[in-house]
């Protein structure tokens, strides 16, 4: 959702966009190096634990980076009308694979239709594994929930103290 506002709201969007996908890339290979080291992977045999993980500690730190630079900057270019991003995010990360694929498209026709069929096989996996993947929170939509799906969910609304 950041990538596409950033490409068409900012001045120099298009390039700060095309940095954040080869950044988001490298983080996914770096991830991808993790997975497979732990399924064993005779590719990833020979690393250290520790040096893959330096490896994502890095890149994770420069797409951190580069994102918030990118909503910063999204933030003082916010318009009357806008959507709500924080709901944007909400609705894509239903929608995104749960595990890391370096080597498909991103962008595209091609970007939506090899990260849809991601999706599926992340699912299919994630089942399998009884990988258990939350979906996001949206506090607004609890507030009906009596006091023992509270106690079940272990989301108690409890009162503010002023009232």
């Known amino acids: 959702m950041v990538v596409p506002a950033a490409r068409h709201r900012l001045p120099d969007g298009a390039e700060r966009a095309r940095e954040f996908i080869r950044q988001a890339r490298r983080f996914e290979y770096a991830m991808a ?3 497979a080291k732990l399924y064993g992977s005779t ?5 250290t634990w520790d040096s893959l993980w330096s490896d994502v500690r890095r890149e994770f ?12 900057d999204l933030a003082e270019q916010h318009h009357e009308g806008d959507p709500d991003w924080g709901e944007e ?3 894509a990360e239903l929608k995104a694979p749960t595990r890391p694929h370096p080597y ?3 962008q595209g026709l091609p ?3 090899a ?3 991601a999706l599926r096989v992340d ?10 993947m939350p979906e996001p929170i949206r506090h607004h939509e609890r507030q009906d929930d009596g006091r023992v799906a509270q106690y079940f969910l272990a989301d108690p609304h409890l009162p503010d103290e002023d009232d």
């Not at 590719?43 to 690393?47: Q, S």
């Not at 699912?123 to 258990?132: N, P, V």
């Open 111 to 113: 970007g939506k239709v």
């Open 123 to 132: 699912r299919f996996w994630d089942m399998a594994e009884g990988r258990m």
């Open 89 to 91: 995010l909400c609705h």
């Open 115 to 117: 990260r849809r069929v």
């Open 43 to 47: 590719y990833a045999i020979r690393r």
């Open 33 to 35: 190096q993790v997975k």
């Open 61 to 72: 730190e420069a797409t951190w980076e580069l994102e918030q630079a990118l909503v910063n």
């Open 104 to 106: 498909v498209p991103h």
